[in-house]
């Protein structure tokens, strides 16, 4: 199967903030138009600029990179990386992300409550409304489940975009990511429950690190992630939009 090809739009219903695109879905777009190989199978996304919704965005490469634009405004960029080295928890089963997600901060007080990957203001119908919540067994992971009604590269993205963030110390402080690197070894089945667990890698200021990974309900690990945050004003998200 080739490449997409063309400008990148993203619409409304895969927003983060509401005039701007989720950026785990996004770079999950970007990220298929880049070739990788054995030597750098996995895929760096860096989000410079807010992206746009409902409007053509240019995709340019220059080497490996590519660049995604709004007309002279750089919006991202994309590359190949190398494979994930990090050591791996054990993965939350079905049962455990669901306990977890009763403990969801959002629902006490989601900072961006339009967000498609997490957002509490978001129908389940169209949007992921996933509720990552804290394991209650003191190792720091995260949890949610998820049961896709399709399946793709950009979802896959998303999917591992959020859980992050909350496993990094959203709640109470708004932050945006800032890149995000991941490999997405398989595509999820439709209709099954599956399972994204995340941990905080390192906390350095205001730059959050976390991991995230996606496995099936069999314990196949069909996605993997890491990335940064990026610790915002809270009076710059006015009014509240989405993370991610």
């Not at 959050?208 to 196949?220: I, K």
Request: aromatic share 6%.
């Amino acid at each position: 199967m080739s490449a997409p090809s063309g400008p990148i739009v993203v619409d409304r219903i895969h927003c983060g903030p509401p005039e701007s695109a989720n950026g785990g879905w996004i770079s999950g777009l970007l990220a298929e138009r880049v070739a990788t190989g054995p030597g750098k199978p996995a895929v760096t996304v860096r989000l410079s600029s807010p992206p746009p919704l409902d409007t053509p965005l240019t995709v340019g490469g220059y080497g490996a990179v590519y660049l995604l634009q709004h007309g002279h405004r750089q919006i991202a960029t994309a590359s190949p990386s190398p494979a994930i080295d990090l050591e791996l928890p054990t993965p939350a089963t079905v049962d455990e992300a669901t306990a977890a997600e009763t403990r969801f901060e959002g629902l006490v007080g989601h900072p961006f409550p339009t967000c498609f990957s997490c957002g509490t203001g978001r129908d389940p119908g169209e949007a992921l409304a996933l509720r990552p919540g804290p394991l209650n067994d003191g190792t720091g992971r995260y949890a949610a489940h998820w049961t896709p009604r399709e399946a793709s590269v950009p979802l896959v993205w998303a999917a591992l975009d959020c859980p992050g963030g909350w496993a990094a110390g959203i709640a109470g402080r708004p932050m945006v990511l800032g890149s995000m690197t991941a490999q997405v070894f398989g595509m999820p089945e439709v209709g099954v429950p599956h399972v994204v667990t995340s941990w905080q890698v390192l906390d350095d200021g205001r730059k959050h690190h976390s991991a995230s990974m996606l496995h099936s309900p069999a314990g196949e690990l069909l996605g993997l992630a890491t990335a940064i945050w990026i610790a915002v004003d809270p009076e710059s998200v006015r009014p509240a939009g989405a993370g991610a």
